[in-house]
């Protein structure tokens, strides 16, 4: 997730207007020309989305880094709920967007150049409504309810073994903790996309020290108890911080248990896992006191293996060489990572040379870029 303010709505009106006044937001017609990709030009300052409205159904944005910075594009539903996004997008790249939109209503675009803040927004219309793809393809309907179940078995392992953790952390078993903070949040990090579309739940349970925050806004989850842990030691609320976190995950089971996934959902949550491997594991970024990145780096490829997965039996359909490559470029990820393996679990970050970290950003990125085909095939 990048490393987004806690601003909330009131920013997502400032926002706008700013950029609707002052940064260029052109106000073009409705959807892409002629239907096609609307297009996006991402820059550093300024975000031109190539439409302000479009209607219900799949949408597709075309967005281009002209910018000097690694950028991101979002669409944002109500509350910030995330539509659809596309992170660690590179200077001078091009990467598409696609996303189902079957409700009309208020939405909100925002480019994110260096990943970071609120964003340059722009409100976005959809006109009527549609039905769902799910709704037309007895194997699209396999194919959610099957990474569903597999959502719902990863949050059935997840609130017990954070409650585990939570309670080392209770306890003052700061040994037992260290050893359960990469195991618990694995099951975390394999569905971190389904997580992060509620808006609310990420920033709370897996946001950084460093992230814009309101005032009055803790630094609370997984990585302040991290800091406590292997760092400044467990603190007077450490307990309570353990106790939300247990709170948040079980708040999620419960909205997970209503969610109704998308195949376009799940193609681009198996991009926006490898999307978090290169932008946060494979920097050190994410778990930068305990450094046990590579726990994470294997959850997020174990996620996108099963959003793939799942949706396999489509994907052979419409475009029967794709599989055989996504085979080959995760076997490719999975290989190297099991040169790192380190008893139960992997190497610290801190024991990488820069050749690893070479080899790893090669591999993920090989494997990314037939992965974000898979979106554009299941909806062709
Ligand atoms: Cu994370």
């Not at 990585?223 to 406590?228: G, I, S, T």
């Not at 911080?241 to 079980?250: N, P, Y």
């Not at 896992?273 to 930068?288: N, S």
């Amino acid at each position: 997730m990048s490393r987004r303010s806690h601003a909330g709505l009131a920013a997502v009106a400032l926002a706008s207007t700013a950029a609707l006044v002052g940064c260029t937001s052109t106000a073009p017609t409705a959807g892409g020309a002629a239907g096609g990709a609307i297009p996006v030009n991402a820059a550093d300052t300024t975000c031109e989305v190539g439409a302000t409205e479009a209607p219900a159904g799949t949408l597709n944005f075309a967005i281009d880094n002209t910018g000097t910075k690694v950028t991101e594009f979002y669409l944002y539903g109500a509350g910030d709920r995330i539509m659809g996004e596309a992170e660690n997008i590179g200077p001078g790249l091009t990467r598409q967007l696609i996303v189902e939109v079957p409700d009309g209503g208020a939405y909100t675009t925002a480019c994110k150049p260096g990943m970071v803040g609120d964003g340059i927004r722009n409100p976005f219309t959809v006109t009527g409504s549609a039905a769902r793809s799910v709704d037309d393809s007895t194997k699209l309907a396999e194919a959610t309810a099957g990474y569903k179940r597999y959502t719902t078995s990863q949050i059935e392992a997840l609130v017990p073994k954070t409650r585990e953790f939570a309670d080392a952390v209770k306890k003052g078993d700061v040994a037992a903790a260290k050893a359960l903070f990469p195991i618990s949040r694995t099951y975390w990090e394999r569905i971190e996309p389904v997580a992060e579309s509620f808006g609310d739940i990420d920033p709370k349970t897996d946001g950084r020290e460093d992230d814009e925050r309101d005032p009055g806004v803790a630094f609370t989850g997984y990585h302040r108890l991290e800091k406590d842990l292997w760092v400044s030691g467990l603190q007077p609320d450490s307990g309570a911080i353990a106790d939300q976190l247990v709170a948040d995950m079980k708040d999620l089971q419960t909205r997970v248990a209503t969610v109704e996934l998308t195949p376009v959902q799940l193609a681009n949550g198996a991009k926006e896992l490898l999307d978090e491997v290169a932008t946060g594991k494979i920097t050190g970024e994410e778990d930068r006191y305990s450094h046990t990145d590579l726990w994470d780096f294997k959850a997020n490829v174990e996620g996108s293996q099963a959003a793939i997965a799942a949706l396999r039996p489509v994907i052979d359909e419409k475009d029967p060489t794709l599989g055989p490559t996504l085979d080959q470029r995760f076997a490719a990820v999975d290989t190297l990572l099991e040169g790192y393996r380190s008893g139960d679990g992997f190497k610290l970050y801190t024991e990488l040379t820069p050749d690893d970290i070479k080899k790893m950003t090669a591999a993920v990125d090989a494997l990314g870029e037939p992965v974000s085909q898979v979106a554009g095939v299941v909806t062709s």
